[in-house]
């Protein structure tokens, strides 16, 4: 079983939750996700299956897309809804104003690592620290933010789309956004609409993932994260090549591109330089002789 399923997480979960459940579901263990999301976060969350795993590398950094709850006035422990409210403030912001703070938050912008987070420091996690009591030290991150649109606006909160960069936590976005107009803010909910090639309408719930008959049936092929590379089908002997390990001659432009074999099977993400294709990561299955 290989391949990559598209899941909708739900509230209350973490990404290891939905990958524990998925263990059972698709009888492997064989399994990882691709990107994790907060407990209270919603989304799109790609699971990958079998040889898929081996994928997962090359969706570390794939773009991410949000939308996201801003509320104001309101500051936290976690720099969300969830967390200790540390402090109120009254709330005199008019749209123009929120809109006008937003400009100095595109592109390239640093950010400070929240205490509740996975991040380790020293060997250990952030997220133990703070429930410990203890805040440490952390540096600034460089981040970009591709876009940040200011879907609707009520007063006290905004909901926001953003399309980011690996690495962003956009509650701590929310955060500094609440900060630099003076009334403070946190995130009040977070829903990931885009993950790399992979929407939300592409998303399966996981209740109905997990109550569907064939669930395999409902994994996409591993292919299917490299669509943005041209696909070339090998000769029987480029294709052993192939399997074996071997680099190959080959006529083509240097570049990267999807290799499969005569039959349709993904073999590789490969690479052409100087008309030899090499293999980047190989996709086939092994076969037992």
Same mark, same amino acid.
């Given at each position: 079983?290989?391949?990559?399923?598209?899941?909708?997480?739900?509230?209350?979960?973490?990404?290891?939750?939905?990958?524990?459940?998925?263990?059972?579901?698709?009888?492997?263990?064989?399994?990882?996700?691709?990107?994790?999301?907060?407990?209270?976060?919603?989304?799109?969350?790609?699971?990958?299956?079998?040889?898929?795993?081996?994928?997962?590398?090359?969706?570390?950094?794939?773009?991410?897309?949000?939308?996201?709850?801003?509320?104001?006035? =309101?500051? %936290?422990?976690?720099? +969300? *809804?969830?967390?200790?409210?540390?402090?109120?403030?009254?709330? #005199?912001?008019? !749209?123009?104003?929120?809109?006008?703070?937003?400009?100095?938050?595109?592109?390239?912008?640093?950010?400070?690592?929240?205490?509740?987070?996975?991040?380790?420091?020293?060997?250990?996690?952030?997220?133990?620290?703070?429930?410990?009591?203890?805040?440490?030290?952390?540096?600034?991150?460089?981040?970009?933010?591709?876009?940040?649109?200011?879907?609707?606006?009520?007063?006290?909160?905004?909901?926001?789309?953003?399309?980011?960069?690996?690495?962003?936590? =956009?509650? %701590?976005?929310?955060? +500094? *956004?609440?900060?630099?107009?003076?009334?403070?803010?946190?995130? #009040?909910?977070? !829903?990931?609409?885009?993950?790399?090639?992979?929407?939300?309408?592409?998303?399966?719930?996981?209740?109905?993932?997990?109550?569907?008959?064939?669930?395999?049936?409902?994994?996409?092929?591993?292919?299917?994260?490299?669509?943005?590379?041209?696909?070339?089908?090998?000769?029987?002997?480029?294709?052993?090549?192939?399997?074996?390990?071997?680099?190959?001659?080959?006529?083509?432009?240097?570049?990267?591109?999807?290799?499969?074999?005569?039959?349709?099977?993904?073999?590789?993400?490969?690479?052409?330089?100087?008309?030899?294709?090499?293999?980047?990561?190989?996709?086939?299955?092994? !076969?037992?002789?």
């Amino acid at each position: 079983m290989n391949g990559i399923v598209i899941v909708d997480k739900p509230e209350g979960w973490t990404s290891q939750d939905v990958v524990s459940k998925l263990r059972g579901v698709l009888h492997t263990r064989r399994i990882g996700h691709g990107g994790t999301l907060d407990p209270m976060a919603t989304g799109v969350l790609p699971v990958f299956v079998g040889r898929g795993t081996r994928a997962v590398e090359f969706f570390e950094h794939a773009e991410k897309a949000y939308e996201a709850v801003l509320r104001l006035g =309101i500051t %936290t422990d976690t720099e +969300d *809804i969830s967390g200790t409210v540390l402090t109120r403030s009254p709330v #005199e912001v008019t !749209r123009e104003t929120f809109l006008s703070a937003l400009e100095s938050f595109r592109g390239e912008i640093l950010q400070v690592p929240p205490m509740y987070s996975a991040i380790k420091i020293n060997g250990q996690k952030l997220c133990d620290l703070a429930r410990k009591g203890r805040q440490v030290e952390r540096q600034p991150r460089s981040v970009t933010i591709h876009c940040l649109e200011c879907v609707e606006f009520s007063g006290d909160t905004a909901r926001l789309r953003i399309v980011c960069s690996k690495g962003t936590y =956009i509650r %701590t976005l929310c955060k +500094d *956004i609440g900060e630099s107009l003076g009334c403070g803010g946190c995130m #009040e909910s977070l !829903r990931r609409i885009r993950a790399g090639e992979y929407t939300a309408e592409q998303s399966i719930p996981l209740a109905q993932l997990v109550a569907h008959p064939d669930p395999e049936s409902l994994l996409l092929s591993i292919d299917s994260m490299f669509t943005g590379y041209e696909a070339v089908t090998l000769s029987d002997r480029q294709a052993l090549r192939c399997r074996n390990g071997n680099s190959f001659s080959i006529d083509l432009p240097d570049g990267t591109y999807r290799a499969y074999d005569q039959n349709g099977e993904f073999l590789m993400l490969a690479k052409v330089e100087a008309g030899v294709m090499s293999t980047v990561k190989s996709f086939f299955e092994v !076969r037992s002789e």
